[in-house]
């Protein structure tokens, strides 16, 4: 287990570039966490981090998922939010298996909405919004 400390939204940069050197090779991220924690706002700048345009990035909160490509390594980044999904089925037609299967990044909201078809690899992140006001951020496998 790892964490990352977020201080302020100015420190988001570097906690994103700390979140990519800890990435490896795993490929599908799971963000808990309640609603304004913080989790599309980390995204954003872990896209960022990863080499998408921030132009480019938003919640995919109506789309289900939005699909990003790196300017400096071509590489596909699926980011998800399921929070407004009714069941599993609906994802499912998504096709979500064939997401989390091609070997792209997958960087997911709302996963506990998911939770019988996500990956036995995927990779959780926790995001708690502390008392100041700053966000921690746990990462396990």
Known sequence: MKTIHIPNTAALPQAAKEFVELMGDNTVFAFYGDMGAGKTTFINALCA???VDNEETASPTFALVNEYRSDTTAELIYHFDFYRIDDLDEAIELGIEDYFDSGAVCLI???EKIAAALPA???SVQIK?????????????
């Open 121 to 123: 690899d995927t990779v």
């Open 49 to 51: 981090a990863l080499g």
């Open 129 to 141: 919004v502390n008392d100041d006001d700053s966000r921690t951020l746990t990462i396990s496998e």
């Open 109 to 111: 909201e709302w996963p």
